[in-house]
């Protein structure tokens, strides 16, 4: 569904050096699958959603979806960023009714949407609440709703995890994984974390560090529904980590 | 014992009282007919608002300047949010900007009163010039603070670039933009005090001078006293309506805010 060709970014720097920070990415991601796109940091994997969420134009190269090349952001790809970007003048049910009457859905069928929502995500005694009024875990509870809301087909998840503490993050990647089992929608998801992108993805793209290369795809053959503590005693899943986790160390000591 | 120094209000109207007790004392003790005791000014007050002419003058410099401050609000804002997001718009605008801001705006006057007369239009002119300057500084500053993830969450939800302005960057520059609002509110009631002053036709800038010329120094203060508190209304009620508008913000920037 999702054909990714060639595809380059080169920056200018601020001396107005040309900077090199994706190079020659193609991948084809079908429909339904979780891809994990994984490396550390700086090596453009945030800047590839980026672009596939046409926020930020392709130096080279090209992004098809279902067959169409992308022109600007579109609500068939829904971002979720690691800063929840909330809108924080809005509450809780303000932000993820907000994409819903923005599509057209009339305002009663939009609130009934909105009500299971919450519900899913399990936030609906603070419907009322301002962002910065939730907890860090809480906020990306309603950002991932917001997004789902206009029901994209695709949701590009830019580290959605990565500023919340061990105990939320693992309990929140539970959530995504039940809510994605039930709809089954393309996911990109971007993480620095092997552990994170082996346990939620069906497939794991490791990337070298700047400029941004494909180095490996990994196939992830587990069974779903995933359960962490049976995983944990998983001969295959131990044999995944230990692999990408050292593809991952390989070559990656001149960054950091 | 001090527990009563500690209520909200006693130490703004003690420091009152200390300034007001100081005037009289150094007014008692110099005598000149030119600088009269607060209860001397105080008094004429009711008398200048009973006057027809003088409440009439009043009313007319509210008039003209909130006048000034909408037109301010209703051209500075929208362009200096179009500035913060457009780097096209920044780079045409900011070099008019950057001539007319260092011009004392009274100075403008005469060439303003060539073309607009002495009246209502000249006034609200310059006003709305005056007022321009901060609310448009704050509203870039503001737009272009606004998180770039805000924004793409926007786009992706189909939002086009006009909507976006106002229904993103808006709200999001607001706390910003309230800011300017409080500056440009005093800059409206110091220009709005200046063009009258050489502009002499009506307003309490008027009224102030010809006061001074006929040598009534008690009117003289008490249009001071006035001009004060417009600019202390103004000031309090942009606060209020800028703490109802913002109390989502996660900090509150509370510069010299008058106890409430």
Redesign the interface.
């Known amino acids: 569904m999702i054909a990714i060709e060639g595809l380059s970014k080169t920056f200018e720097t601020s001396g107005g050096e040309p900077h090199l920070a994706l190079d020659g990415i193609s991948i084809d991601i079908p429909k339904g699958q979780f891809l994990s796109i994984l490396g550390p940091s700086g090596c453009g994997k945030s800047t590839l959603l980026?672009i596939v969420?046409?926020?930020v134009p392709a130096s080279a190269g090209r992004i098809r979806v279902d067959g169409r090349a992308i022109a600007?952001?579109?609500?068939d790809?829904?971002?979720v960023?690691q800063?929840f970007?909330l809108?924080?003048?809005?509450t809780v049910r303000g932000n993820v009714l907000?994409?819903l009457l923005?599509?057209g859905v009339p305002r009663d069928q939009a609130e009934r949407r909105v009500s299971e929502l919450l519900q899913m995500v399990h936030l609906s005694r603070y419907a009322d609440f301002?962002?910065?009024e939730l907890s860090g875990g809480m906020k990306q509870r309603v950002a991932i709703a917001?997004?789902l809301a206009?029901d994209?087909a695709i949701l590009l998840m830019d580290e959605p995890f990565g500023a919340l503490d061990a105990h939320t993050r693992t309990k929140l990647q539970n959530e995504l994984l039940s809510i994605w089992e039930r709809d089954r929608k393309t996911v990109l998801f971007v993480t620095h974390s092997v552990e994170e992108a082996v346990y939620l993805s069906d497939r794991v793209m490791v990337m070298t560090p700047s400029p941004g290369r494909q180095k490996a795809v990994f196939d992830i053959d587990l069974p779903r529904p995933r359960i962490r503590a049976e995983l944990l005693l998983n001969r295959r899943y131990q044999e995944y980590l230990i692999a990408i986790e050292r593809l991952v160390q390989d070559g990656g000591e001149d960054e950091a | 014992m001090t527990r009563w120094l500690a209520l909200p209000g006693v130490p703004p109207l003690l420091a009152l009282l200390a300034l007001l007790g100081l005037w009289h004392l150094a007014a008692t003790f110099f005598g000149y007919n030119f600088f009269p005791t607060p209860g001397a000014v105080f008094k004429t007050l009711p008398a200048l608002f009973g006057e027809a002419e003088a409440a009439a003058n009043i009313a007319a410099s509210v008039k003209r300047m909130l006048a000034g401050f909408a037109l301010a609000l209703a051209v500075a804002v929208p362009l200096g949010l179009m500035m913060g997001r457009s780097p096209l718009v920044a780079k045409l605008v900011k070099p008019l900007v950057a001539t007319i801001y260092p011009v004392p705006k009274a100075a403008l006057m005469p060439i303003i009163m060539l073309w607009l007369g002495i009246g209502d239009a000249a006034k609200i002119f310059v006003i709305f010039i005056g007022a321009s300057l901060p609310l448009l500084q704050h509203s870039f500053g503001g737009a272009l603070a606004v998180?770039q993830?805000?924004i793409?969450?926007a786009?992706?939800?189909?939002?086009g670039p006009v909507k976006r302005l106002f229904a993103?960057v808006l709200?999001?520059a607001?706390p910003e933009v309230m800011i300017g609002c409080r500056v440009g509110i005093i800059m409206a009631l110091i220009v709005m005090v200046s063009s009258e002053m050489i502009a002499r036709q009506s307003g309490v800038g008027n009224l102030l001078f010809n006061s001074a010329d006929m040598a009534l120094y008690d009117t003289v203060y008490a249009m001071i006293v006035v001009i004060a508190a417009i600019g202390f209304v103004a000031d309090v009620a942009f606060e209020f309506v800028r703490r109802r508008l913002?109390f989502?913000?996660?900090i509150h920037q509370d510069p010299l805010v008058p106890s409430a």
């Open positions: 980026y969420g046409g926020f600007g952001p579109g609500p790809r829904g971002p960023f800063e970007a809108f924080p003048w809005k907000y994409g923005q599509q301002y962002p910065k917001r997004t206009y994209p | 998180d993830k805000l793409w969450s786009q992706a939800m189909g939002l993103v709200p999001s607001l913002t989502w913000a996660e």
